[in-house]
């Protein structure tokens, strides 16, 4: 079957798309539940919802977006639930290495594939040893750089350790103003959000030391972030105390 409708998005195609339209980013750290039921609220009332990962298993409300830079939460594992939700999917093809032929051929809805680790273009360190070089294309900004771009910022944040660093990013291009962050910890010792079905396993590969190493980079990445939205008026906030305090003002949703 040929679908009628299919566009592999690129960065120009999402620009100011949602101009000073609300973003919330949902993480998935107990700071979650908090808002949870009341997603589909926010998003009836323009709120772009900003979904990571496994959100699916985590709450009902479909998101706007679904942000994946992963080997394991890709596209094709997920197309059942893509195709179902008619989700539009960003997703890292430096890192999900799947063939977008195939992809065209089975994913019902729009998708935009991105770089998130070949820096001006060029090769990185895990390239031969990963092969994520299949996509590279010297002409294309990476994520970060795009950002840096519109932000008329000087610096970009890094590779990116959790998928929620750039679905800020995502948000911010497309114009969202003010962006909310929750469920965000770096530490899994906290555990998640609370499931829909608990009985089903979830990230059964991740360890509860996974963040140790990678929170201060994280960190750095999102005070990068930040400060390029800052540089073009742009305003970020945390909707939980334990969400990235320090970096971004606390403060509730209206309504
Ligand atoms: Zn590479």
Known sequence: ?????????????????????????????????????????????????????QWFDLYPTVPNYW????????????????????????????????????????????YLAFDQRHFKGKECSVCNTFGCSKYLNTRRLT?????????KSNFHYGSGSTGCLHACAFAILMGCDPIYITGIKLDYRVGYANRLNPDVSFSPDVKETDFDELKDSVLIDFQTIKNSAANINRNIFSLADDCLPGIFERKDLDG
């Not at 040929?2 to 993480?27: C, D, F, M, T």
């Not at 080997?71 to 063939?99: E, G, R």
């Open 143 to 151: 994520l970060q750089e795009e950002l840096m771009k519109y932000t």
């Open 1 to 53: 079957m040929v679908w009628e409708v299919l566009v592999r998005l690129e960065i120009s195609n999402i620009i100011n798309k949602h101009a000073y339209q609300p973003a919330i980013i949902l993480g998935h750290s107990p700071s979650l539940d908090a808002i949870k039921d009341d997603l589909l609220k926010y998003k009836e009332a323009g709120y772009i919802l900003m979904g990571v990962n």
């Open 67 to 110: 942000t994946m830079a992963s080997t394991v939460d890709t596209p094709m594992n997920y197309m059942k639930v893509i195709n179902t939700c008619k989700l539009d999917v960003l997703y890292a093809d430096s890192v999900d290495l799947v063939d977008k032929e195939w992809l065209d051929t089975v994913c019902e809805n729009d």
